[in-house]
């Protein structure tokens, strides 16, 4: 095509060609006036182009002049000249030594903000590089701004590194454009401090952090003395400068405690981070001593400060650059880092977790706070410390054999099992986990990404999981007529089946889940989805778990023969927990959640009580088949098809079939059954409570309307996701 | 855009005069594909390649390359890289094009 051979031509030799052609002025005929004219020749809605170029290229193209496509615009409409750092010391602009105690604590206050404001995911030409000193800490001779600038340099570099390995950012999502742009902005000479060893930057930190305390230390008041308010003012100061570098060195100590690879250092950061959670009441109680910027209201709300320029970096962003980052107020800068620091802090703890299955939970709990990016992706780099161990300690494989036993108890992991000694047996059993080993590492990485991407990679991995699922059905076959062999009274059936198909299942519930959470559903869409999860998911996950747990017991049995047959001491016969029960009963009120409101929907359709579209270019089976399409890759549970839903949810079946009144009152009893289950559970968590908050309401509403309650109101119902993010309160207008 | 291609309907007007209409048109098709610069309200230069244009002198240039007002000290002369641009006709304020691409384009420049 024509207009790409441009480009590419255009890409290779650009800045040179062009340029030329610009100051060479008499090449260039002015036909504005004959090409205006000629333009009102043509019709209304006409477009006169190129045989190549048509209204689907037109539609790519950037407006100029529009606020939100042109980058380029905002920098024009400001009356000031943008200087660059060189530039604006040559002018005086800018102070480079003698900087008042005001002033560091103003630029050391912005640039906080800033840093916030890039985490938070725009670019870090807009944020961060706006600070003029940033961009050459050799030429500060003020040495607290300089090991300052060198240590912000330093916290983005690793951040960025982590970010850039954990790879649970997406391009179109919140991370993309800083990690995209602080690339570009890296080619065009940003140095991220790369010529000073990160010991030489936190050493540069601790001695301004001596100096100051020096400082502060010989301004403090003594007493029996009048105190001088000037002197007052000065020991503040110093103090919050303190406060603020040593912050910054604690930072940035914990971000380069989690790139050592000992397991160690987790804890070691935690620690570090807590110290540096210490100090945010102090720099907030102390942010009004910084110098505030020269405000310039009239320009919008870009304020400047000095050492600052929003556009310095205007020049380098992309031409579709979506919007010029509005920095975050000084006033929330320590909520959001006490918040990160926070969230570090759980990171931290999932060392503390030696259980894939409770890894896999922790990640899960973690995600569902929405963390931000930098904090998921330590998350994902402690896990798994260079893409091979565990922590950096244990390897993918032992973890796995680990959750095996504590699920399945398998007869091949059990020390007291023939097989375990086994040549052959062992072959089969360790090829199978190390092909496990890669989608659980996926899996877990999944957890990483935001909520939106997890949905749509849950989809994808299923496809793995089903290739799993048919290895270890055959590994369990081959492991069984082996076992028959060897002691003929063992079985070893559907153990590592088991275990795939458990994940299998909850993978597909997250999946079909996240989908309220993340709002994808239309109402009429409720009742089957709620259907496939209580009648389908569900079901299979309970009957799995306790396949498990029977097979956990089986295990102890032989276990509890082999011990009584070697010691006359009559081994005590507690009643043990079992370790599946409690998930076993979350399951099970699931479940019973679902289906209430899976009977309320069809109830409340029955009712006409549920708006439901014209069906023009779609059906409700397109709709169907679209949501549940990725378990098309999944062998078990065999995906149910529209047909077959349609034919074991008709009511007809039943005899007399139900009216909505009986619907209404058989999901009260889900709604009933579900809370006395939570209600039993030992130690509820706050997930506990979040469902019991949603059933008890919903009883009573379905209660109302069985009994007729509003059962001629044609308004529809309101469903309130705010108390839990799956479940709905059911609210009648 | 969307102002654009939502006038892209089929039009209502009846054509005046077919000729001076079609002569318009030969002149702005033989631009096509030109190198062509554009000055805007703001005072910036757009240099890129005509691909396309409507009544309003809406105009689409391909690969085009931004530069600043020469009052701006700040990377001057620096070409910023823009790709497909559409500048809107009551921004454009005036548009020039190479000398020896009037060859090609017949009735511009020439005659006046």
């Known amino acids: 095509m024509v207009m790409k051979s441009a480009v590419e031509d255009d890409d290779a030799g650009w800045g040179l060609g062009i340029p030329e052609k610009m100051k060479n002025n008499a090449n260039w005929v002015d036909i504005t006036h004959e090409f205006k004219g000629a333009c009102k020749e043509l019709n209304l809605g006409e477009l006169l182009h190129d045989k190549l170029f048509g209204l689907f290229e037109a539609m790519s193209a950037i407006e100029m002049m529009d606020p939100k496509m042109d980058a380029g615009m905002i920098g024009n409409q400001v009356n000031r000249k943008v200087l660059n750092f060189e530039q604006a010391i040559k002018e005086g602009a800018i102070k480079v030594k003698d900087l008042s105690l005001p002033e560091l604590i103003g630029i050391i206050d912005t640039c906080f903000c800033c840093l916030i404001t890039w985490l938070e995911g725009h670019s870090l030409a807009q944020t961060v590089f706006t600070c003029l000193y940033i961009h050459n800490p050799d030429l500060i001779e003020e040495p607290a701004l300089k090991a300052f600038a060198l240590g912000i340099l330093k916290v983005c570099d690793i951040a960025r590194e982590k970010v850039n390995k954990a790879a649970v950012f997406e391009e179109a999502s919140d991370f993309p454009k800083c990690v995209r742009e602080d690339f570009q902005a890296m080619t065009y000479g ?252 996926s899996l877990i990485q999944i957890h990483g990404h935001n909520r939106a991407r997890q949905r749509d990679k849950l989809g994808h991995i299923l496809e793995e999981f089903a290739t799993l699922q048919d290895e270890a059905e055959k590994v369990d076959a081959a492991l069984h007529s082996l076992l028959m062999k060897l002691e003929p009274q063992r079985q070893h059936l559907a153990c590592l089946g088991t275990w795939i198909l458990y994940h299998n299942l909850r993978i597909m519930i997250q999946y079909l889940l996240s989908g309220f959470e993340l709002e994808l559903y239309s109402m009429h869409e409720y009742y089957y989805i709620y259907w496939y999860l209580s009648e389908f998911l569900y079901a299979w996950l309970m009957s799995t778990l306790s396949r498990a747990d029977s097979s956990q017991m089986a295990e102890e049995r032989i276990l509890e023969e082999q011990l009584k047959g070697r010691s006359s001491k009559k081994i005590k016969k507690k009643k043990k927990v079992r370790p599946l029960s409690k998930e076993i009963n979350m399951s099970q009120a699931y479940q019973n959640m679902c289906a209430g409101m899976y009977k309320t929907m069809v109830a409340l359709d029955m009712d006409g009580k549920v708006h439901k579209p014209q069906f023009e270019l779609d059906s409700e089976q397109v709709r169907y088949e679209h949501r549940f399409a990725p378990f098309n890759s999944v062998v078990t549970p065999p995906p149910v098809h529209y047909i077959q839903f349609k034919e074991m949810s008709d009511l007809k079946k039943y005899n007399p079939p139900p009216g909505s009144a009986d619907l209404y009152l058989a999901a009260s009893k889900h709604f009933q059954q579900a809370k006395l289950i939570l209600e039993n559970v030992p130690s509820p968590d706050p997930e506990v409570n979040r469902i019991l908050k949603v059933a008890k309401p919903n009883i009573v509403v379905m209660k109302l309307l069985a009994g007729g309650h509003k059962k001629e109101t044609k308004v529809l119902p309101e469903f309130d996701f705010s108390t839990h993010k799956y479940f709905p309160v059911v609210k009648i207008m | ?48 390649l005509f691909l396309c244009t409507d009544r309003d002198c809406n105009v689409i240039l391909g690969s085009a390359q931004e530069f600043l007002k020469s009052t701006d000290t700040f990377s001057q002369g620096e070409p910023r890289v823009l790709g497909l641009a559409m500048i809107p006709g009551h921004h454009v304020v005036s548009i020039e094009v190479e000398a020896d691409s009037l060859d090609d384009a017949q009735g511009f420049g020439g005659n006046h």
């Open chain 1, 190 to 441: 940003f140095k991220m401090a790369n010529n000073v060893t990160d010991l030489r930057v936190t050493g540069m930190l601790k001695d301004v952090e001596d100096e100051l305390q020096r400082k502060v230390k010989s301004t403090r008041s003594r007493q029996g003395e009048q105190r001088n308010p000037d002197v007052e003012l000065e020991h503040q100061q110093c103090l919050a400068l303190f406060n603020r570098i040593k912050f910054t060195r604690l930072l940035l100590t914990a971000l380069i405690a989690f790139t050592k690879k000992e397991t160690s250092s987790v804890s070691e950061a935690q620690k570090l981070v807590a110290q540096a959670a210490d100090l945010l009441s102090a720099i907030h109680s102390s942010i009004q001593h910084g110098i505030q910027s020269q405000n310039d209201t009239t320009k919008g709300d870009h304020p400047i400060m000095m050492g600052f320029e929003p556009l310095v970096n205007q020049r380098l962003l992309p031409p579709t650059f979506p919007r010029y980052a509005k920095i975050i107020k000084r006033e929330d800068m320590v909520a959001y880092f006490s918040k990160l620091i926070e969230r570090i802090k759980t990171v931290c703890d999932v060392i503390n977790t030696t259980n894939l299955h409770g890894i896999l939970d922790f990640f899960c709990e973690f995600s569902e706070q929405s963390p931000c990016v930098l904090s998921r992706s330590l998350l994902q780099t402690t896990f798994l410390i260079d893409n091979k161990k565990v922590f950096g300690t244990h390897l993918m494989q032992d973890m796995i054999k680990d959750a095996l036993r504590y699920f399945v108890s398998p007869p091949v992991l059990s020390y007291k099992c023939c097989l375990f000694n086994n040549h052959q047996a062992k072959d089969y059993i360790d090829s199978f986990v190390t092909h496990c080993s890669r989608p659980f590492c």
């Open chain 2, 1 to 48: 855009m969307a102002t654009m291609i939502e006038e892209n309907g089929p039009s209502s007007h009846e054509q005046p005069e077919v000729s001076s209409s079609s002569q318009a048109r030969q002149k702005l098709e033989g631009l096509l594909n030109k190198n062509m610069r554009i000055r805007m309200t703001d005072g910036r230069t757009l240099v890129g």
